[in-house]
């Protein structure tokens, strides 16, 4: 499977994340053609070599004719749906336009339909954010991962003023996303590009393990101080069966709720998105006998994870913190049974080889609809081979 990481080592703009894609092998003709066809006019796009700190890689830019539209987001989201596009890269980079809308209204008090987009509204954010969506899957990349992302400080001028940096749409795009502090006065993460990461990334920290194929170094507009000002983006092939994603932990200890309490907030953590839920037996203050909740799920999931253990457990707080896990890589797939067709998880080894592990429910059900008993149909699908993938 391709992945590709994104070495933010000088952070990430939209231009910057579409630049590496190009100096990584992304067809400049083509990108030119697909992004045409958007119901815009008064551009240039413009591809050019360039060094920094004699680090050669590629710019890419877009010339605008005239004054930028304020458009909202039912205006982009028009010119986006109107561009000839996979489904998948159109409604992606809608997405990612509406968590824009999102965070931009809840800055200024709006809803998101409200917002009137001004630098991210340009020509300029549009061609770079469905550029982008559209190199990605133009590449064949699968999943993207992503390094911590330094943010600088200072101030920058915007439409509204003089704003801090980080500016307050990138810091609330990047919330659940580990950040540091690069120590450079200047604007490392624009709106665009962490809305870019914000819908694409899919983990942040280490590099995943992998064979690098190709490796590209997009610049931005801008020298630094002491680093070169680009974007490293490193494609090639996972190694077989492990995946690295981020989760987020969240912890509690409880000592006051009974059972049956306990089990209907493990039903609906579930219900949120939790991962997992494990309860452990822990031994509390003044000697109290009480219970650990732990619970794992996706970073985006935390809050609404949250709201669940304050609203039906018994716990003043809850710890909370971000880890990174290498798991195999599995999916649902189908095959033929002595039961008719039926849905089993594919799970990859390490070693090259798969396992096919039952799914509960549908064990259940042909248990109880054929007469047979539950461990037959188990033992039968952990009997499963390679060979069955033919018929698939």
């Given at each position: 499977m391709k992945i590709a990481y994104?070495?933010?080592?000088?952070?990430?703009?939209?231009?910057?994340?579409?630049?590496?894609?190009?100096?990584?092998?992304?067809?400049?003709?083509?990108?030119?053609?697909?992004?045409?066809?958007?119901?815009?006019?008064?551009?240039?796009?413009?591809?050019?070599?360039?060094?920094?700190?004699?680090?050669?890689?590629?710019?890419?830019?877009?010339?605008?004719?005239?004054?930028?539209?304020?458009?909202?987001?039912?205006?982009?989201?028009?010119?986006?749906?109107?561009?000839?596009?996979?489904?998948?890269?159109?409604?992606?980079?809608?997405?990612?336009?509406?968590?824009?809308?999102?965070?931009e209204g809840r800055i200024h008090a709006k809803p998101p339909e409200a917002v009137h987009f001004h630098e991210v509204g340009a020509v300029d954010s549009i061609i770079d954010i469905v550029g982008g969506v559209y190199g990605v899957e133009k590449l064949g990349i699968h999943s993207i991962y992503a390094s911590k992302i330094p943010l600088?400080?200072?101030?920058?001028?915007?439409?509204?003023?003089?704003?801090?940096?980080?500016?307050?749409?990138?810091?609330?795009?990047?919330?659940?996303?580990?950040?540091?502090?690069?120590?450079?006065?200047?604007?490392?993460?624009?709106?665009?590009?962490?809305?870019?990461?914000?819908?694409?990334?899919?983990?942040?920290?280490?590099?995943?393990?992998?064979?690098?194929?190709?490796?590209?170094?997009?610049?931005?507009?801008?020298?630094?101080?002491?680093?070169?000002?680009?974007?490293?983006?490193?494609?090639?092939?996972?190694?077989?069966?492990?995946?690295?994603?981020?989760?987020?932990v969240l912890e509690a200890n409880i000592d006051d709720m009974s059972p049956e309490g306990l089990g209907y907030l493990m039903e609906r953590l579930f219900e949120a998105g939790a991962l997992d839920v494990a309860f452990f037996p822990a031994q509390m203050k003044k000697s109290r006998p009480g219970v650990q909740v732990q619970v794992i799920g996706y970073p985006p999931r935390k809050d609404r994870l949250l709201e669940v253990f304050f609203s039906e457990s018994s716990t003043l707080g809850v710890r909370f913190q971000y880890t990174e896990r290498k798991v195999l890589r599995r999916e649902a797939t189908e095959v033929e049974s002595p039961w008719g067709r039926i849905r089993v998880k594919s799970i990859s080894r390490p070693n090259g080889t798969i396992r096919f592990d039952p799914e509960y429910d549908v064990c259940r059900d042909i248990a109880r609809n054929h007469s047979v008993s539950l461990e037959e149909v188990y033992s039968w699908v952990k009997g499963l081979r390679l060979d069955v993938k033919d018929s698939i």
């Open positions: 994104l070495d933010c080592f000088s952070g990430i703009s939209g231009d910057m994340f579409l630049s590496a894609l190009l100096d990584a092998g992304l067809p400049f003709p083509d990108l030119q053609e697909r992004l045409s066809t958007l119901p815009l006019g008064g551009y240039r796009l413009v591809k050019e070599e360039t060094a920094r700190n004699h680090i050669h890689g590629t710019t890419f830019s877009v010339h605008c004719e005239g004054t930028h539209h304020h458009r909202n987001f039912k205006d982009i989201q028009k010119i986006i749906s109107k561009g000839s596009f996979s489904e998948q890269v159109k409604e992606k980079s809608i997405q990612i336009f509406r968590s824009l809308a999102v965070v600088g400080s200072g101030f920058v001028k915007t439409a509204h003023g003089r704003m801090p940096l980080p500016a307050p749409a990138t810091i609330a795009l990047l919330s659940d996303i580990p950040v540091f502090d690069s120590g450079v006065q200047q604007e490392m993460v624009t709106p665009t590009g962490a809305a870019l990461l914000k819908g694409l990334a899919v983990a942040f920290g280490e590099m995943p393990a992998m064979k690098v194929h190709q490796i590209g170094y997009g610049a931005g507009s801008r020298d630094l101080p002491d680093r070169p000002n680009m974007l490293r983006i490193l494609i090639g092939e996972q190694d077989a069966g492990l995946e690295t994603d981020t989760v987020a």
